[in-house]
């Protein structure tokens, strides 16, 4: 049972398919006018000097941010970029283009906004803080599964919490998917931000949230999902082309319903331990059997059949305070623990339950 009512948000515009890339100007050029004619590209630091870059039509006009993706997108450095793009000119840009996975466009999508509502990102960590429209911004995916690109939500850790910016306009404008630059993608970063995907759908369709929207994005991403990671010979860009509808349709899913027990815990791990998200998610569904019997065993095969390694052993080391506060982050996701169990969650799990889990992973 969703808790209020809410009106949700998809981007404005997709363009779908091999070759999309060599578009990207076209669209730019539409959102230019006299005054605010110039770019920001926010893009993910492994495509400089990549042949990538020869496709992306940046003028000497525009602003171009590199990103490190070692960690995940933090409020301070969303604040800094906001810095830049108003130092840059003193019109404002016509676009915020994001090129790169989940982390990159998480930047694109918060900057985006913070060029326009003016204070510390921090402050907007949250629902509906936000209070006016941002720059117009086009997301272009290069490894698939958070849906990310389809979210109302750019995720931040602040010095206080890793939530989301979440709000109508936390959305990108316009979408460019093209599976070809999906190709680069090494095999372990491949399997981690689909399952990212994949679990995704399990936990919205194992949901107490769940409606028959929310069932029929995830059990089509699901679908799609198992096609790929269940097969080890299919053409790669016939594969990279179907995980970029399952991560549309897994995003969506949780749109529609949300996460559960997995990503309640693995925010705990990222907070404390700063693992990412989509490995971070493999760790601990490692050890959810017990939750999610059915995809836990799928996830096992498709892990197998890819040769794929989940790290183990890596709260091995931490302290019973780390662990806590690994617990204290988990515990206050009370909406990924409703949805998991239902309104007296409390019943179902408890502080020593969610310890023992991170102290196996
Ligand atoms: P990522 O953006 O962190 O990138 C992971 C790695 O893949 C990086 O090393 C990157 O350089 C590399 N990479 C990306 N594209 C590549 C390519 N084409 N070729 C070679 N290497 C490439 O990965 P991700 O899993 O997509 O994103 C994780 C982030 O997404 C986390 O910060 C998480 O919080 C966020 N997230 C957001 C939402 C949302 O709704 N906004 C949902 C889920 C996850
Ligand atoms: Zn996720």
Redesign the pocket.
Known sequence: MLYDFRSFVNPGKYAFGKGSINHLGELIDKQKNEKNNWSVFIIDNYFSGKPLMSKIPSTEDDLIIWIDTSEEPKTTFVNSYRDLILAHDSYLPATIVGIGGGTTMDYAKAVGLMVTNPGDSADFQGLDLIKNEGIYTICVPTVSG?GAEVSMTAVLSGPEKKLGIKCDYTIPNEVVFDPEILASVPTNQRFYTGM?CY??NAESLNGTWITEMGKAFAEKSNELCKEVFLNKDMDRLVADEKMMVASIMGGNSITYAQ?GVC?ALSYGLAVVLKVH?GVG?CIVFNQLEKYYPNEYKEFKEMQTLHGVTIPEGITKECTETELDQMVEVSWALEHMWNNAFGPEWEKHITKDMIKDLFRKM
């Open positions: 958070t990212d679990i995704h996460v990503h998200h998610n």
